[in-house]
């Protein structure tokens, strides 16, 4: 199996862009559709980006997925950013049928 | 729009079997479009896979690190699904969530809200 690093913790100021990656340690990140998840303190996750850079309805625009095939990560970027996108943020790939998550990143808008 | 709601005990003893059940509405359990998913967060930490069940395939499959102690099955007269775990220990401490997943497009698109379960004696 492989694993998915995420930063611990990423900042910013509101109104500004942050991006956060998610590095797969083995195997090619273009195999295997990328998914993103907010989740806000108490609360259950929901997704924000779903098959690399799909938004689902509801999603706003400001929130955007990219793959890079040259580090092997996938990115979440969020821009205009608002004290309501502070969150945990995880991406979530496929190994096989197997479903894995990346640990996490803490996003501070402050 | 589809709703999920995980109920059970939330205080298991070690060496019991953790059971839990996601009852859904406004969908269909029973259709092969979805998958679906028990998810499970200690506290303070991340996200980790359990498995899921699709009902039309009769398919399950569970993360390799838990296999040789969860259940998931189906149970469409009462729209619910539900979990086993069995010789837990404080490390199963966790809120755990059921969650869809198409067969269509990637990804869990509808969550429950989760339940905390502690495993203490």
């Known amino acids: 199996n492989f694993m998915l690093t995420q930063p611990h913790s990423v900042s910013e100021s509101p109104g500004k862009t942050v991006t956060i990656s998610c590095t797969r340690s083995?195997?090619?990140?273009?195999?295997?559709?990328v998914q993103w998840y907010r989740q806000r303190p108490g609360s259950s996750p929901t997704i924000v980006i779903y098959?690399?850079?799909?938004?689902p309805s509801g999603v706003p625009d400001r929130f955007s997925g990219s793959i890079d095939s040259s580090s092997n990560s996938a990115s979440l970027t969020i821009s205009g950013l608002k004290t309501e996108d502070e969150a945990d943020y995880y991406c979530q790939s496929y190994d096989d049928a197997d479903r894995v998550f990346g640990g996490g990143t803490k996003l501070t808008v402050l | 729009q589809v709703q999920l709601q995980e109920s059970g005990p939330g205080l298991v003893k070690p060496s019991q079997t953790l059971s839990l059940t996601c009852t859904v509405s406004g969908g269909s359990i029973s259709s092969g479009d979805y998958y679906w998913n028990w998810i499970r967060q200690p506290p303070g930490k991340g996200l980790e896979w359990i498995g899921y069940i699709n009902y039309y395939s009769d398919n399950t499959y569970y993360n390799p690190s838990l296999r040789s102690r969860v259940t998931v099955s189906v149970d469409t007269s009462k729209k619910q699904f539900s979990l086993k775990l069995t010789s837990v220990t404080a490390a199963d401490t966790a809120v755990y969530y059921c969650a869809r997943e198409s067969t269509v497009t990637t990804g869990f698109d509808s969550w429950g809200q989760g339940t905390l379960v502690t495993v203490s004696s």
């Open positions: 098959e690399d850079y799909q938004r």
């Open positions: 083995s195997g090619s990140i273009d195999s295997n559709y």
